[in-house]
């Protein structure tokens, strides 16, 4: 089969497209032929060989989330779920093929009115947007911030923040992906690449009752201090490269909580499931900015990395 290995830590072209032995289910497993790849954040952070969540030795197919359709089920798997379109998680290594094995008790049936690489675009998106926002409880009329409002995540917690009913505050970098968070329907769209933005966002609403930070760095703390007493920050992603590192002990004394999502894995399939769902009727729309074929995965890593991307970028396999 078609894949991507990654054999060197290092930049984007060290993912080099081959051939790779056709992968065999094992107990409990089943083989998805993969249409579409998923490709996150935290992916360019493991081939450089910084941060990871994975625990993966090279050579490595990377990859850690696939949208297709089941072709082949091993010992102790449903036979019933030949034929059947799904979005999974493949552990952490093997999404950048053509085939994958993956735990059958992983898979998340896609629902019928969703196109599948939506599904896939909300794969890992969809639950972190829907857990940030459950672990953060934004009430009706409550002023949200959404920084990276035009990423992935940002662009789903948009939609979701809009629909409690508060008002929202999206800050992005750059003229085009200010307009895509203006487009989602925010209430407030600053661009933190320009000098003196927390102070747009005080003029506009006076300060926030929430942060979303999927930035860190120097604007995720910039973003904390526009939190006014008994408000609350959740930070959930690093793409300045560092943390936003608030102090905690500072938090306390101006009356806000860091807010900490710790999911159980009940609760990461519940939210994976509940955003499927909303998809599917309607009332959440993933935003897919690029899509590459599989052979490039490594423009695909460069653009991410570059920050040009807007939203979801995808691998196309097929």
């Known amino acids: 089969m078609r894949a991507v290995w990654l054999k060197e830590f290092g930049g984007p072209e060290v993912l080099v497209a081959g051939e790779a032995p056709d992968p065999v289910p094992g107990p409990g497993q089943v083989l998805v032929e993969v249409e579409f790849a998923n490709i996150t954040f935290v992916e360019t952070q493991f081939r450089s060989g910084g941060f990871s969540p994975f625990q993966v030795e090279l050579p490595v197919i990377p990859g850690n989330g696939v949208g297709g359709v089941v072709t082949e089920v091993g010992e102790g798997a449903d036979p019933g779920l030949v034929g059947t379109r799904v979005v999974t998680g493949t552990g952490g290594s093997g999404g950048y093929a053509e085939v994958a094995?993956?735990?059958?008790?992983?898979?998340?049936?896609?629902?019928?009115?969703?196109?599948?690489?939506?599904?896939?675009?909300?794969l890992a998106d969809g639950r972190?947007?829907?857990?940030?926002?459950?672990?953060?409880?934004?009430?009706?009329?409550?002023?949200?911030?959404?920084?990276?409002?035009?990423?992935?995540?940002?662009t789903l917690l948009v939609q979701l923040a809009r629909a409690e009913g508060t008002t929202v505050v999206a800050a992005a970098g750059g003229e085009r992906k200010t307009e895509v968070a203006r487009d989602l329907g925010a209430d407030v769209v600053v661009d933190y690449t320009l000098p003196g933005w927390p102070d747009r966002v005080r003029a506009a609403v006076g300060g926030v009752d929430a942060v979303f930070d999927g930035v860190g760095g120097d604007i995720g703390r910039a973003a904390f201090d526009l939190v006014g007493r008994g408000g609350r920050m959740i930070s959930y992603g690093l793409a300045s490269g560092e943390w936003a590192g608030v102090p905690p002990e500072r938090a306390a004394e101006r009356g806000v909580t860091l807010v900490e999502a710790?999911?159980?894995?009940?609760?990461?399939?519940?939210?994976?499931?509940?955003?499927?769902?909303?998809?599917?009727?309607?009332?959440?729309?993933?935003l897919i900015g690029r899509r590459f074929p599989l052979e490039r995965a490594a423009d695909a890593h460069a653009a991410i990395e570059s920050r040009a991307s807007v939203g979801k970028t995808l691998l196309e396999v097929r």
């Open 101 to 122: 094995a993956v735990d059958a008790a992983g898979l998340f049936p896609v629902p019928e009115r969703l196109r599948l690489d939506e599904a896939v675009a909300l």
């Open 128 to 154: 972190t947007a829907t857990m940030m926002l459950r672990a953060v409880a934004p009430r009706p009329g409550e002023r949200v911030l959404v920084e990276a409002a035009a990423g992935g995540v940002g």
């Open 262 to 286: 710790k999911p159980t894995p009940e609760a990461i399939r519940e939210c994976t499931l509940h955003a499927l769902d909303e998809a599917a009727a309607g009332r959440l729309r993933p």
